[in-house]
């Protein structure tokens, strides 16, 4: 396995050149950073070009990389990270882009590369916040029509800033401030004495 990202690795370099920002190994695939404004050229690469044919998009979601490490990230705050296969290589491979503005990340659609993108898009931009330009029809897909903020960003509180329930008088949901106070749940872990200990 190893032997065969080596190669790829090599080949990607040979490809992307100084269009790739960096390469890094971890658990048996390889991630490859492109900065924001080479995306769409170098995703299209990585699908038709002989030898990296990455024809399938499996998968695209966001990262908030805020308090990332014990808050020591100096890096850029949001990033979309891209999960590519080639069926004729048998080969994966993932692309992380990074938007340029932490406090309104935008990012090209790739909906133009790979169609079945446009719902990961939604989502991202739905769950982050992440606007990507070009796409066809971007609104909210997961949360309500009203719903204010991007809930998977790591600042977002908890309980989230509204509750909605229904309303017997009005005959309708009806939305108010949250009423429970926030608070921060620590598991409690209980071990037996001899935890840990060789048992005979």
């Known amino acids: 396995m190893a032997a065969d990202l080596t190669t790829l690795r090599d080949h990607l370099s ?19 950073v ?3 404004s080479d995306l769409l050229s170098v995703l299209a690469t990585l699908r038709d070009a002989e030898g990296a044919c990455f024809e399938q998009m499996i998968d695209l979601c966001g990262v908030d990389y805020l308090d990332y490490g014990d808050g020591a990230w100096a890096g850029k705050r949001f990033a979309v990270v891209y999960h590519l296969m080639s069926v004729k290589n048998n080969q994966r491979l993932r692309v992380r882009v990074f938007a ?3 406090a ?10 790979w169609s079945c993108a446009n719902w990961f898009e939604r989502e991202a931009f739905d769950l982050y916040g992440i606007v990507f330009t070009g796409h066809p029809d971007l ?28 309303d017997p008088a009005q005959q309708r949901v009806v939305y108010q401030p949250v009423s429970i106070d926030p608070r921060e749940v620590t598991p409690r ?12």
């Open 14 to 32: 040979g490809l992307l050149g100084d269009k790739m920002v960096s390469v890094q190994e971890r658990l048996e695939e390889l991630t490859v």
């Open 34 to 36: 492109v900065k924001a």
């Open 100 to 102: 340029e503005e932490d």
């Open 104 to 113: 309104f990340p935008v990012l090209p659609s790739v909906t133009g590369v």
């Open 139 to 166: 609104r909210r897909l997961l949360t309500d029509y009203g719903f204010v903020g991007s809930p998977f960003r790591k600042d977002f509180p908890l309980s989230g800033h509204v509750e909605m329930k229904y």
């Open 189 to 200: 872990i209980v071990r037996d004495e001899l935890y840990g200990s060789v048992r005979g």
